[in-house]
């Protein structure tokens, strides 16, 4: 049981390259999120899915894009990416989104640290 | 403007020792708050969670509490321990499905 598990662990881009980080859990959730983490700043929610076939935008979703492959697998691609981006990334789960009154334990896989030149 | 503030923003204390751990927040409507510890390198794991009618709640050696009135959420450590040395992040729930993060303390317990 590995939990969540995210790919690459680390990756350098040039400005203008793409890319796509991986994130499968087999923990049978169905929500999932990318979250970024920058120095001196909490976590920030980029998208998320609440179920298979869904994603939705987060607080900072400009440019990147998700896709929700399948129950287990979610990933986050940067289409050109730019030195605002350096940062680390990390993919999450849930049995399903929060509710007003119910909340769901979120888990967070190790995270993919990104540079950007 | 929804914020979790953390205090200290680093903490540096001898083994065996204990601390305590500060998160104010402004956020609001409030649904619950958690505490996560995120070892150096690895993703956060959660250490409690605690909703506006709980006021304290224990894991361990860590003991949350929450005042809802004055928006005030603490953690204590209580006897320390080298693999305590981490950053610990206080996460507010406001709302539908909004996590608001704290930018958390960093601890470093020394022998």
């Known amino acids: 049981n590995a939990g969540v598990t995210q790919t690459p662990k680390f990756q350098v881009l040039k400005t203008g390259q793409s890319m796509t980080l991986q994130c499968a859990q087999d923990?049978?959730?169905?929500?999932m999120y990318w979250y970024r983490q920058d120095p001196g700043m909490g976590l920030r929610l980029i998208y998320y899915s609440a179920s298979e076939g869904t994603t939705d935008k987060g607080e900072v979703p400009n440019g990147y894009n998700v896709s929700r492959l399948n129950k287990r697998e979610f990933s986050l691609r940067l289409e050109s990416a730019a030195p605002s981006q350096t940062s680390v990334y990390f993919c999450?789960?849930?049995?399903?989104?929060?509710?007003?009154?119910?909340?769901?334990?979120?888990?967070f896989g190790p995270g993919t640290r990104l540079t950007v030149t | 403007k929804n914020q979790v503030e953390q205090s200290p923003q680093s903490l540096i204390i001898l083994e065996g020792k204990n601390c305590t751990l500060q998160?104010?927040?402004?956020?609001?409507?409030?649904?619950?708050l958690r505490w996560y510890k995120q070892d150096t390198g690895r993703g956060p794991v959660s250490l409690t969670i605690m909703t506006f009618s709980e006021n304290t709640k224990s894991n361990g050696r860590y003991t949350a509490t929450l005042d809802a009135d004055t928006k005030q959420s603490s953690l204590h450590i209580t006897a320390s321990q080298l693999s305590d040395s981490a950053s610990y992040i206080c996460?507010?729930?406001?709302?539908?499905?909004?996590?608001?993060f704290g930018a958390g303390t960093r601890l470093a317990v020394h022998p």
């Open positions: 996460v507010v729930t406001g709302g539908y499905n909004k996590l608001i």
């Open positions: 998160c104010n927040y402004t956020v609001s409507p409030f649904s619950n």
């Open positions: 999450a789960s849930s049995e399903a989104l929060e509710g007003a009154r119910v909340y769901y334990e979120q888990y």
């Open positions: 923990m049978n959730h169905n929500s």
